[in-house]
């Protein structure tokens, strides 16, 4: 073939794919996320999916992501412009250049679409990947963080996805974590020569995200690291512990794990990822998001507290597929025609087009020439019923109605067509109704 997908993208098929690419599983786990962020109080945000090069590096000075990981162009007017790596950005800066942070306190935002980061393709890690993300404003409070965490937690248990595991975190305010950045590269100093390239770089650039070394030599080292919990102030430690016993309280479980830092620069306090054990995917985190009081000051705004998250949705899909988890099935249209003469292609099309103004879901073979391979084309499209017309039905007036599902046949009076067909439609589409994954 010529041409050929990118490295590190991929397709959304609605069949011939792998199971994770098809497109109506997307549609399922989005419709679930939306349903959420309703029960969650949140509303939809759409953002450009690329920005000024100069916003995204306002977060990400010290971040892989911004600095190496980025789709930097220069449009026609010597723009320089990125694609964005990350959704969080946006959201502020859409809020800020709209003034919208003054006609309203708080702001309960969610958003779903695509991201950019060019890091080295591998299962679960991807060029363009996608995230559901939601954006709590204007808040600090304990309450508001532990309903982000909730929403995320509850997004896995909608979907049926077993075995995850609550990451939290506090990494403190500013103060106490440039005290904790001191004691940190005093403990890894004598052991620099000892630590893997990429730690070593991150010595001198950003320390803290040692502790996320996936190395299983720095690992072993940082075993005995001091920890970011034990240099909080006590308003910090005090707020993370009241986080926690409010997590309990509406049982979410949960694990501290101090090594925990995030890969963008705005965080601060609370930080946490749900990662699963199952995830076949090199990376095990699902999602992830913490607290970013600073964010919009730095952003030339007033000094608002914010939380927030983002789950990526390739990795999610991934991991129903191997944990089993239940997905609805395909929709499929209701009707197929299947004209086998002239006549019949004019008459089929006019009833089709009637039922599709009723909503009743239809579909026509417009190169039926042989019955058999046309009833094959309607098995493969899972279609419930066939109307089949042919020179004999166009002279005695008739149609002939296959029932896909029991293989039965019968003839009826065309006069009748609307009534038969609306009574078979109200059957099944009782009977969806009355199914509560749907
Ligand atoms: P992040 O942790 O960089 O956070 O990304 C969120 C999620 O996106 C990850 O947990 C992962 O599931 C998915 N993800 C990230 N990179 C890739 C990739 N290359 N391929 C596949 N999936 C990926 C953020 O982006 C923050 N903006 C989250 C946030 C919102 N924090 C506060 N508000």
């Not at 935002?109 to 939601?134: A, C, D, K, N």
């Not at 009743?360 to 098995?379: E, P």
Request: charged share 25%; with cysteine.
């Amino acid at each position: 073939m010529k041409y050929q997908i990118p490295k590190g993208l991929f397709d959304i098929v609605p069949y011939d794919g792998e199971d994770w690419r098809i497109i109506d599983k997307w549609q399922y786990v989005e419709s679930v996320f939306r349903n959420l962020a309703l029960d969650f109080g949140y509303e939809e945000i759409r953002t450009p999916i690329f920005e000024k090069t100069e916003l995204f590096q306002r977060v990400g000075q010290t971040s892989d992501i911004v600095t190496k990981e980025m789709y930097n162009f220069e449009d026609r007017a010597g723009r320089l412009l990125s694609l964005r790596p990350e959704g969080t950005s946006s959201v502020i800066r859409a809020l800020l250049e709209k003034n919208m942070l003054q006609n309203r306190k708080t702001h309960k935002l969610f958003y779903i679409g695509p991201m950019f980061r060019y890091e080295r393709p591998q299962s679960g890690r991807y060029r363009q990947h996608h995230q559901f993300g939601v954006e709590a404003i204007g808040k600090k409070s304990i309450e508001q963080d532990a309903e982000t965490i909730h929403m995320l937690w509850e997004f896995y248990s909608r979907l049926g996805i077993s075995n995850i595991k609550l990451h939290l975190n506090s990494i403190g305010g500013n103060t106490s974590r440039n005290q904790y950045k001191t004691a940190l590269l005093k403990f890894l100093k004598p052991h620099l020569h000892a630590l893997s390239k990429e730690s070593q770089v991150r010595f001198e650039k950003n320390p803290l995200r040692i502790l996320d070394s996936k190395d299983s030599k720095d690992r072993e080292i940082l075993k005995k690291a001091p920890s970011i919990l034990d240099h909080l102030n006590k308003e910090e430690k005090k707020y993370f512990e009241e986080l926690q016993t409010l997590l309990t309280e509406i049982q979410i479980p949960f694990e501290i794990s101090d090594h925990i830092v995030r890969g963008l620069d705005y965080y601060n306090e609370i930080v946490f990822e749900i990662t699963c054990e199952d995830f076949s995917g090199t990376q095990n985190s699902l999602g992830a998001g913490g607290r970013y009081d600073g964010l919009i000051h730095s952003f030339g705004g007033a000094n608002i507290p914010s939380t927030g998250f983002a789950t990526g949705v390739e990795r999610v899909l991934q991991t129903m597929i191997q944990q089993k988890a239940f997905f609805p099935p395909k929709r499929h249209s209701f009707l197929y025609f299947i004209p086998l003469c002239k006549a019949a292609e004019t008459l089929c099309f006019i009833w089709a087009s009637e039922l599709r103004i009723n909503k009743i879901s239809s579909d026509m073979d417009f190169t039926a020439k042989k019955i058999q391979a046309s009833l094959q084309k309607a098995s493969q499209l899972e279609v419930d019923f066939c109307i089949i017309v042919g020179e004999d039905e166009i002279k005695s007036k008739t149609f002939k109605l296959k029932n896909m599902k029991t293989r039965e046949e019968k003839t009826v009076a065309a006069v009748l067509f609307l009534q038969e067909i609306e009574h078979h439609w109200s059957k099944i589409h009782v009977g969806l109704q009355q199914n509560p994954s749907l």
